[in-house]
């Protein structure tokens, strides 16, 4: 099993429409999470970190379910600027652990 | 504020040839990293530096050398390109350890 995994997507969805995206990981000893988009062919930038008690960003919310060991992201009132794919990120306590999913890649139409 | 700054973009080279890749960070950063990104793979670390005067291997060091010359600059080398190192090739930094990192906007590199 691989240590991050997420639904490779595409996910095709029109403006305004409201997405999730789930990622789950193997390491329980996990510390910190995040979730990165990555524009085509730019580098990954940070859209937010994931707090235990769940945070939320403008139209992005990310929640944490150590028990199941999944996070996810909702992305509301989608625009066509939100296009991109969207990269977990799993920490285990040190650089070296930094491990990224694969990516879920979000198109949305207009 | 240019962040992180690598170069070269774009790089061909042969098998067998070297070259090394050349990253710095000006936002006084502890951490550093070298990524290796292919198609469906996602980001691989290559090797990461805590602070200035260590370096660790990541997941994929083979065929690779690092320096950590200074507190901004990380560089990394290729002694004998190998066909198999054709990636897009990321530098990142942190304040420290475990915290979020920012990215370089990358090096295209093809080995033929």
């Known amino acids: 099993r691989k240590e991050v995994e997420q639904d490779p997507g595409p996910f095709n969805v029109p403006e305004g429409a409201t997405v999730a995206f789930n990622c789950t990981y193997s390491n329980s000893a996990s510390q910190s999470f995040f979730w990165y988009r990555q524009d085509c062919r730019k580098e990954p930038k940070l859209l937010m970190s994931v707090y235990s008690s769940g945070n939320e960003d403008g139209r992005f919310t990310a929640q944490l379910n150590r028990a199941s060991q999944y996070i996810s992201l909702l992305i509301r009132d989608s625009k066509l600027s939100d296009s991109a794919t969207y990269l977990c990120?799993?920490?285990?306590?040190?650089?070296?652990?930094?491990?990224f999913g694969p990516g879920t890649r979000l198109s949305v139409l207009p | 504020n240019a962040g992180v700054t690598q170069t070269p973009k774009f790089q061909v080279l042969k098998t067998g040839q070297s070259m090394t890749l050349q990253c710095a960070q000006d936002?006084?950063?502890?951490?550093m990293y070298w990524y290796r990104q292919d198609p469906g793979m996602g980001l691989r670390l290559i090797y990461y530096s805590a602070s200035e005067g260590t370096t660790d291997k990541g997941e994929v060091p083979n065929g690779y050398n690092v320096s950590r010359l200074n507190k901004r600059e990380f560089s990394l080398r290729l002694e004998s390109a190998a066909p198999s190192q054709t990636s897009v090739y990321f530098c990142a930094s942190s304040e420290r350890d475990a915290q979020p990192q920012h990215f370089g906007d990358g090096t295209r590199l093809s080995i033929l």
């Open positions: 990120v799993v920490n285990a306590n040190y650089g070296q652990n930094f491990v």
């Open positions: 936002m006084n950063h502890n951490s």
